[in-house]
């Protein structure tokens, strides 16, 4: 089981907006640790989407944002199209163990109707 | 345009140690901004962080795998390698290298390699 919970499983229709919900706890996002978010296209590596709650590196369409507030974080997706189809991860820090470790939700998979 | 590349083993025996290689190109595995890191996933599950590396030698586990785990760096070959003992079929999982940037807050993985897919089993 993740220390970060997401849903398995979401979907919208082309066009729609979509959003991911990353909850944590008081040893990792509510200990204000910043969430990062990926993609994974079938088949491929992790690629980086939002880092530092809300950032979007060079080259991710502005559809995509995140958020966070408290001890959850969300990854929002408008204009949804049918590349957006894939499985998309939060990542945070979380110290409840000594030395802490890096953490990753459980991953939800986007459909896209 | 960095790079990073796995290489190693595709089939490792149970009990035996797992031994993977990332060689970076197109920057400099010395950068005093950057950690390296290993990340694995298990056919059809999520994400599960490994470990990190500075190119100094610093190294971060996690507690979970601590016991198992050693990450080592070769400056000279700008690579940087992941050493996982007493494997078992649990172990088996794709392996990425991954850089990691960090600020106060926390760190995240802006490149990944490509990934590879070792299995254990006799």
């Known amino acids: 089981q993740s220390i970060l919970t997401q849903p398995p499983s979401v979907s919208g229709a082309p066009g729609q907006r979509v959003t991911i919900s990353c909850t944590g706890s008081?040893?990792?996002?509510?200990?204000?640790?910043?969430v990062h978010w990926y993609q994974q296209l079938p088949g491929t590596a992790p690629k980086l989407l939002i880092y530092g709650n809300s950032n979007r590196p060079s080259g991710v369409p502005d559809r995509f944002s995140g958020s966070k507030s408290g001890t959850s974080a969300s990854l929002a997706i408008t204009g949804l199209q049918a590349e957006d189809e894939a499985d998309y991860y939060c990542?945070?820090?979380?110290?409840?163990?000594?030395?802490?470790?890096?953490?990753f939700g459980g991953g939800t998979k986007l459909t896209v109707l | 345009q960095l790079q990073l590349q796995e290489s190693g083993p595709g089939l490792v025996k149970p009990s035996e140690t797992l031994s993977l290689t990332c060689t970076v190109s197109?920057?400099?595995?010395?950068?005093?901004?950057?950690?390296w890191g290993w990340i694995r996933q298990p056919p059809g599950e999520g994400l599960e962080w490994i470990g990190s590396i500075y190119y100094r030698g610093s190294t971060y586990y996690n507690p979970s795998l601590k016991s198992r785990v050693t990450i080592s760096v070769d400056t000279s070959k700008n690579q940087f390698s992941l050493k996982l003992s007493s494997v078992t079929a649990a172990d088996t999982a794709v392996y990425y290298c991954a850089r990691r940037r960090l600020n106060s807050t926390g760190w995240w993985y802006d490149y990944w390699g490509q990934g590879t897919l070792v299995t254990v089993s006799s």
């Open positions: 197109g920057g400099s595995i010395s950068s005093s901004s950057y950690y």
């Open positions: 990542q945070s820090y979380d110290s409840s163990l000594s030395g802490g470790r890096g953490v």
């Open positions: 008081s040893s990792n996002i509510g200990a204000g640790y910043d």
